[in-house]
């Protein structure tokens, strides 16, 4: 599993799946898929990296009341230089 550092920038958001994105629309940096559940917001802790404020959702998981074809929240970017693999964890189960 890889832990990364995503610039997100400004956001697009959708509930429905849209196989047309190749890109942002115009005047974004990433799309949001918006799940039905999402961390829970009040348990995010901020971390200052590289002078840069970086945020790490650790809450538990909680129905967003909306409706939505995505169970859970996904963060899409288009440029790998949006992208900074921060770490490498090897997962046994």
Do not use: C, W
Request: aromatic share 8%.
């Amino acid at each position: 599993m890889f832990l990364n550092e995503v610039a997100i920038g400004k956001e697009h958001h959708i509930t429905r799946d849209d196989p047309s994105f190749t890109k942002p629309p115009n005047g974004y940096d990433s799309v949001i898929a918006r799940g039905q559940t999402e961390p829970d917001p009040t348990k995010d802790s901020h971390l200052i990296i590289n002078g840069k404020k970086v945020i790490v959702p650790q809450g538990k998981p909680l129905n967003m009341n909306i409706s939505s074809s995505f169970s859970q929240s996904e963060y899409l970017i288009y440029k790998e230089s949006q992208n900074h693999i921060r770490y490498l964890l090897k997962i046994e189960f």
